[in-house]
């Protein structure tokens, strides 16, 4: 009864969500053929609407015919673009009412912002609970969040927030750091709540399903799946979570600019949400590198956006069922925890989001040299590295104490790792 009067107070708080909800479930009612011609017609459209409504996608298409456009003809959108060309690629320019500015640390290690509006994150909200309900979730059902971004995690002090957080039956802890005794107080809050869903960065997730397991903990028979996001999720940490947790995990694949483009389902098999996404792998180097279109976002339209994530699609059906066409993932984003003297470990979101809304970077790089020290190599004007460093020397200090050392390094560029990936984070070596 609890459970059906939090659904209704939460319907009537988020009526787009969940007007956006029924249409998501309606297509999961189609066949593979009709999600295709869905997707040909809505990629199509993103594209002229991009064309008649931004600056960058008018000028950048010129020459290119419609009404229906061939995505191979498109040029490719890097996240250098993204960064030179932000507002140009807003439809009627940044400066509406209503428009708010994200950040990504992204892949690249290169600080990239990018615009959006309530509705896209009703949207990404939507999306995440039909993912959910993969799981056997349904509305009113308990989720619990592990987060690794502190400015994500909003303070519910008010009444009526904290009212409505009650009704959405969601919480949200706060992971960018944590303790043996951060994870015994975790384990202890799930007896109590009770949740049916678990979500969080798979590094937190291991490391929680790692102590649970080694101190004999009884997790709730209510869960009945967790959700893996943000990091590349390793077979070690996957067996160790299901089982502290006696369900299946979820390896879910997006990103804060284009969220909710894919999700593993119980028979193992990545599948793409081709009425959300239209997702391309393009050759490159002897390596297969993942474009995605948005096909919703006509705030900031990001089209054939190189996510700088390798992989493939699957031909074939999956034996779950699903319409929703497969793929491959191959190197993800790697992440490293950094462990202070005192023995917390510090989650890499923590440091990567220290950087938001500091402008004139190219690239970043955290290097945790010794138990005490980090060096922040940056890659920008020395007027930027010196309010940087000013800056985010105090915020480590009141954030993780007299015992973490910041230093500021100018280098005229950053070095990728042998797989063509840059490391933003990187940790002590394991002994």
Same mark, same amino acid.
């Given at each position: 009864?609890?459970?059906?009067?939090?659904?209704?107070?939460? $319907?009537?708080?988020?009526?787009? $969500?969940? =007007?956006?909800?029924?249409?998501?479930?309606?297509?999961?009612?189609?066949?593979?053929?009709?999600?295709?011609?869905?997707?040909?017609?809505?990629?199509?459209?993103?594209?002229?609407?991009?064309?008649?409504?931004?600056?960058?996608?008018?000028?950048?298409?010129?020459?290119?015919?419609?009404?229906?456009?061939?995505?191979?003809?498109? @040029?490719?959108?890097?996240?250098?673009?993204?960064?030179?060309?932000?507002?140009?690629?807003?439809? #009627?320019?940044?400066?509406?009412?209503?428009?708010?500015?994200?950040?990504?640390?992204?892949?690249?290690?290169?600080?990239?912002?990018?615009?959006?509006?309530?509705?896209?994150?009703?949207?990404?909200? /939507?999306? !995440?609970?039909?993912?959910?309900?993969?799981?056997?979730?349904?509305? &009113?059902?308990?989720?619990?969040?592990?987060?690794?971004?502190?400015?994500?995690?909003?303070?519910?002090?008010?009444?009526?927030?904290?009212?409505?957080?009650?009704?959405?039956?969601?919480?949200?802890? #706060? /992971?960018?750091?944590?303790?043996?005794?951060?994870?015994?107080?975790?384990?202890?809050?799930?007896?109590?709540?009770?949740?049916?869903?678990?979500?969080?960065?798979?590094?937190?997730?291991?490391?929680?399903?790692?102590?649970?397991?080694?101190?004999?903990?009884?997790?709730?028979?209510?869960?009945? &799946?967790?959700?893996?996001?943000?990091?590349?999720?390793?077979?070690?940490?996957?067996?160790?979570?299901?089982?502290?947790?006696?369900?299946?995990?979820?390896?879910?694949?997006?990103?804060?600019?284009?969220?909710?483009?894919?999700?593993?389902?119980?028979? #193992?098999?990545?599948?793409?949400?081709?009425?959300?996404?239209?997702?391309?792998?393009?050759?490159?180097?002897?390596?297969?590198?993942?474009?995605?279109?948005?096909?919703?976002?006509?705030? !900031?339209?990001?089209?054939?956006?190189?996510?700088?994530?390798?992989?493939?699609?699957?031909?074939?059906?999956?034996?779950?069922?699903?319409?929703? @066409?497969? !793929?491959?993932?191959?190197?993800?984003?790697?992440?490293?925890?950094?462990?202070? @003297? &005192?023995?917390?470990?510090?989650? @890499?979101?923590?440091?990567?989001?220290?950087?938001?809304?500091?402008? &004139?970077?190219?690239?970043?790089?955290?290097?945790?040299?010794?138990?005490?020290?980090?060096?922040?190599?940056?890659?920008?004007?020395?007027?930027?590295?010196?309010?940087?460093?000013? /800056?985010?020397?105090?915020?480590?200090?009141?954030?993780?104490?007299?015992?973490?050392?910041?230093?500021?390094?100018?280098?005229?560029?950053?070095? =990728?790792? =042998?797989?063509?990936?840059?490391?933003?984070?990187?940790?002590?070596?394991?002994?």
């Amino acid at each position: 009864m609890i459970r059906h009067l939090k659904y209704y107070a939460h $319907r009537q708080a988020r009526p787009l $969500r969940y =007007r956006f909800l029924k249409t998501l479930l309606v297509n999961e009612t189609l066949s593979a053929e009709q999600l295709q011609q869905h997707q040909r017609q809505q990629f199509s459209a993103m594209v002229r609407f991009a064309i008649e409504h931004t600056d960058f996608y008018r000028d950048s298409y010129q020459g290119i015919d419609g009404p229906d456009y061939d995505a191979t003809q498109l @040029p490719v959108l890097t996240k250098q673009t993204v960064v030179e060309q932000r507002d140009a690629m807003v439809a #009627g320019g940044p400066d509406q009412t209503g428009i708010k500015l994200g950040y990504t640390g992204g892949s690249t290690g290169k600080p990239l912002a990018f615009y959006y509006t309530d509705e896209k994150i009703e949207r990404m909200r /939507a999306g !995440m609970m039909r993912s959910y309900r993969w799981a056997g979730w349904r509305q &009113g059902d308990k989720v619990l969040n592990f987060w690794g971004a502190r400015h994500d995690i909003k303070r519910h002090s008010k009444p009526f927030d904290r009212l409505r957080r009650y009704a959405a039956a969601e919480q949200t802890l #706060g /992971a960018y750091e944590f303790s043996e005794a951060d994870l015994l107080s975790w384990a202890r809050h799930i007896r109590s709540w009770r949740p049916t869903l678990l979500q969080g960065y798979a590094s937190i997730l291991a490391e929680l399903a790692q102590y649970i397991l080694a101190s004999n903990i009884r997790m709730p028979s209510t869960i009945k &799946g967790v959700f893996s996001t943000a990091e590349v999720l390793y077979d070690w940490q996957r067996a160790a979570i299901e089982a502290a947790f006696s369900c299946t995990v979820f390896n879910q694949y997006g990103c804060r600019e284009v969220p909710n483009i894919g999700l593993q389902c119980t028979h #193992g098999n990545f599948h793409v949400f081709s009425d959300l996404v239209k997702l391309e792998s393009m050759p490159v180097d002897g390596e297969q590198r993942l474009l995605v279109t948005s096909l919703t976002n006509r705030v !900031m339209p990001m089209i054939r956006y190189e996510l700088g994530d390798l992989g493939r699609l699957k031909a074939g059906q999956c034996s779950c069922g699903s319409p929703f @066409p497969m !793929m491959e993932l191959d190197v993800c984003r790697k992440n490293d925890l950094v462990v202070t @003297p &005192g023995g917390r470990s510090i989650y @890499p979101s923590y440091f990567v989001h220290l950087l938001d809304a500091h402008d &004139g970077i190219d690239q970043f790089q955290f290097v945790q040299t010794a138990p005490g020290n980090i060096v922040l190599r940056l890659s920008a004007r020395q007027e930027a590295v010196d309010i940087v460093g000013r /800056a985010l020397k105090s915020r480590i200090q009141a954030d993780l104490g007299c015992d973490m050392a910041l230093q500021v390094e100018r280098v005229e560029s950053i070095p =990728r790792s =042998r797989s063509g990936k840059h490391r933003f984070v990187i940790g002590l070596p394991a002994e």
